[in-house]
């Protein structure tokens, strides 16, 4: 599907947060053919007054089935965004050999398909045409249970043995890095030494290691040197995944985590993070949810995105909801997650402040990510249709937060040399043209937290590998998989 199309009268940021240029971009077939002043003879769009920047990389997404099941990724294209990373917080489809983690049904549905192997998850990508490009991390519950099955426990030498070469497959055939996720099962029974270890995998081949720590609230401060420990043992990219300070006793922990990743990265630790524009998270409700030591700090702040069994809880705070039960909320949980199809009940919790989630925005190793979960059931997080543009609308344009082509470097050029995502991610001559146009003075996320699930305005076209892939809400799946750096590979 190859184009001849100018954009013409664009303002450009060319994603490496250089000041805006005044030019035309002509692509000819899936590449950038000039910057600059651009003949006639191509399929003409006027950019007067917008701009034109390279697509937006959603690092942080757990679109895994979405790619396959739902391959418009409408709530994706129309944010602007031309990529996304999957196999986020130690869950995926694929590596999977035998048991599944438990997390999977609750992240990717009960009609999630499965893979024995990565390449047999790309492979099935690449068939399904998505809308957008898709690279993939190994989850390591993945692995776990992959070897281990159903038990929750320490894995043997020989298991562990078992545990890297399976990785090993994995980053052969195209996964660009390893992720982690520490509070949920089976991941969270992992000790530092094993999760070094296979890091290591990563620091060989230079790829990257994600991960959901250990704890975003009142242990945030270990988990973060835990983190920092891993990346200095296994000499990898350390990225922590949707940072965060929870709970408000722990507001205001950023200014030292920020300190750590900055004395961290003076003795040669590349960590760095990366966050979602909201105050609130979003997660099954069960992995929140300890009934011998239920946490009601967090229960009181929590709400019903989506529940298969009482579709008509969607959207209330579970507070009001046990008042009106006339019960405690533990109780009214427990009932909630006893009913068949309750533990893939999610929720929402507004557990952030303002300050730390700025602070973490404006941080200059900071990219943006959206960690939206795809159960368009019931009424989820907006992060799942909001993310960029409210980066742009709010934090940029209403609340002057970050420069503009700053947050577009946070959002495209920085995301790609992190995840070794070559040949994108950049508006220059010979790159591969993924872009989007978007009028900076409009662009608003129409999602809120009582109607999330509609698209933004202000993103005009978004173009991907060359071919026009959204204009005028019309969409055209053009996406690819992606893999690492080729130098990078061993
Ligand atoms: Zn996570």
């Known amino acids: 599907m190859s184009e001849r199309l100018v954009f013409r009268d664009v303002r450009v940021l060319d994603g490496t947060g250089a000041p805006p240029l005044a ?8 590449r950038i053919e000039r910057v600059g002043s651009v003949p006639s003879g191509y399929q003409e769009i006027d950019g007067r007054g917008r701009y034109l920047t ?13 790619v ?70 190994v989850g390591h519950a993945n692995l776990l249970s992959s070897v281990l099955g159903a ?12 545990m890297r070469s399976l990785l090993a497959s994995a980053l052969e055939d195209g996964a660009v890095g390893l992720s982690t996720g520490l509070i949920y099962r089976p991941g969270r029974s992992a000790t530092l030494e094993e999760l070094a270890e296979l890091a290591a995998l990563c620091g060989e081949r230079d790829l990257i290691y994600t991960t959901h720590i250990r704890s975003e609230s009142d242990r945030l401060l270990p988990a973060v040197e835990e983190a920092i420990e891993i990346g200095r043992l296994a000499r990898c990219r350390v990225q922590i995944s949707h940072h965060k300070a929870s709970g408000k006793r722990n507001w205001g922990k950023t200014l030292q985590t920020h300190a750590r990743f900055a004395a961290a990265r003076a003795q040669g630790v590349d960590i760095a993070f990366d966050v979602y524009p909201y105050t609130a998270g979003s997660g099954p409700l069960v992995e929140y949810f300890d009934p011998a030591r239920p946490d009601l700090d967090l229960l009181e702040v929590s709400r019903i995105a989506s529940c298969p069994p009482f579709p008509e809880l969607e959207g209330r705070m579970l507070v009001e909801l046990a008042a009106e039960a006339a019960t405690d909320v533990p109780t009214f949980v427990t009932r909630i997650l006893a009913a068949p199809g309750g533990e893939r009940t999610l929720c929402i919790t507004f557990t952030m402040g ?20 795809v159960d368009l059931s019931g009424k989820p997080h907006p992060r799942l249709f909001g993310t960029f543009p409210r980066v742009l609308g709010h934090y940029v344009r209403e609340r002057g937060l970050l420069a503009l082509p700053e947050a577009i470097r946070k959002m495209t050029h920085a995301s790609c040399e992190r995840f070794g995502l070559e040949e994108r991610g950049r508006i220059a001559e010979g790159m591969i043209a ?54 990078a590979r061993v």
Request: proline share 7%; with cysteine; charged share 25%.
């Open 434 to 487: 993924d872009l989007v146009l978007f009028d900076a003075d409009t662009v608003t996320p129409r999602a809120s937290y009582d109607d999330p699930k509609r698209t933004p305005s202000g993103i005009e076209c978004v173009v991907v590998n060359g071919a026009m892939a959204y204009r005028s809400g019309a969409i055209s799946r053009a996406g690819r998989v992606l893999g690492p750096r080729r130098a």
């Open 151 to 162: 038990e929750e426990r320490s894995p043997s030498r020989e298991e562990r043995a078992a």
């Open 23 to 30: 030019a035309d971009v002509s692509i000819v077939g899936e």
């Open 354 to 373: 303002d300050e730390d989630l700025e602070r973490n925005l404006s941080h200059p190793h900071a990219l943006i990510g959206s960690d939206g979960l």
């Open 68 to 137: 396959l099941t739902l391959p418009d990724l409408e709530f994706k294209l129309s944010q602007g965004c031309t990529s996304v990373v999957v196999g986020n917080c130690g869950f995926g489809l694929s590596p999977l050999t035998g048991a599944e983690p438990p997390g999977n049904a609750s992240l990717f549905g009960v009609e999630r398909p499965r893979f024995a192997r990565v390449r047999d998850y790309l492979s099935a990508v690449t068939s399904a045409r998505p809308a957008v490009n898709v690279a993939t991390l």
């Open 54 to 66: 390279p697509g937006f990389v959603d690092v942080h997404s757990h679109d895994d089935a979405a």
